[in-house]
T-cell receptor, first 112, second 112 residues
Framework: DTAVSQTPKYLVTQMGNDKSIKCEQN?????MYWYKQDSKKFLKIMFSYNNKELIINETVPNRFSPKSPDKAHLNLHINSLELGDSAVYFC???????????FGQGTRLTVV | GDSVTQMEGPVTLSEEAFLTINCTYTATGYPSLFWYVQYPGEGLQLLLK?????DKGSNKGFEATYRKETTSFHLEKGSVQVSDSAVYFC???????????FGSGTKLNVKP
């Protein structure tokens, strides 16, 4: 069983569209994250949640809206996609804030 | 604020060469330190960790020692293999803080 799974793995879409990425963890962790990795491999935190509560929103445009229906799921919805949103998006979880994180396989988003 | 600095890559080595990837950090208190590895097309995997000063993390022949006096956590391996080719990330976290601070990543290429 995959510990942290994200879908889809690849996403190609046109500018202006709305898309969602789903993330689920089966580790029983309390904390979940979304990270964005750019073309130079730099990782930047976007959001973190603790027990379904938003803890960190790191100056992400409000076109990005995370949703955590329960502590095992953290989805990311993106409105009005722009070319600059093209990146790899990683979901991760940790048992507690500050503990080691387990990452999903990533979603490669390409906006054309 | 907290931050991690690691040596820029790419690092190119021949098989069986000795590897060092430097990592230094800035943080208040006593952070936990991690090395993550990202193989091509995959997510990040935890390679090793250390949670307090003088701890040595080790895994798959890789080692790193938490040095508080030099605020460093350098990654070493005595004899690299082609299969070690990947991007390596140094990271820190603090207990109760919902965020990891990642270095910029160091790409390692190992040639046969």
């Amino acid at each position: 069983d995959t510990a942290v799974s994200q879908t889809p793995k690849y996403l190609v879409t046109q500018m202006g569209n709305d898309k969602s990425i789903k993330c689920e963890q089966n580790l029983g962790h309390d904390t979940m994250y979304w990270y964005k990795q750019d073309s130079k491999k730099f990782l930047k935190i976007m959001f973190s949640y603790n027990n379904k509560e938003l803890i960190i929103n790191e100056t992400v445009p409000n076109r990005f809206s995370p949703k955590s229906p329960d502590k095992a799921h953290l989805n990311l919805h993106i409105n009005s996609l722009e070319l600059g949103d093209s990146a790899v998006y990683f979901c991760a979880s940790s048992q507690k804030a500050g503990g080691e994180a387990f990452f999903g396989q990533g979603t490669r988003l390409t906006v054309v | 604020g907290d931050s991690v600095t690691q040596m820029e890559g790419p690092v190119t080595l021949s098989e069986e060469a000795f590897l060092t990837i430097n990592c230094t950090y800035t943080a208040t208190g006593y952070p936990s330190l991690f090395w993550y590895v990202q193989y091509p097309g995959e997510g990040l995997q935890l390679l090793l960790k250390a949670t307090k000063a003088d701890d040595k993390g080790s895994n798959k022949g890789f080692e790193a020692t938490y040095r508080k006096e030099t605020t460093s956590f350098h990654l070493e391996k005595g004899s690299v293999q082609v299969s070690d080719s990947a991007v390596y990330f140094c990271a820190l976290s603090r207990r109760g803080v919902n965020k990891f601070y990642f270095g910029s990543g160091t790409k390692l290429n190992v040639k046969p």
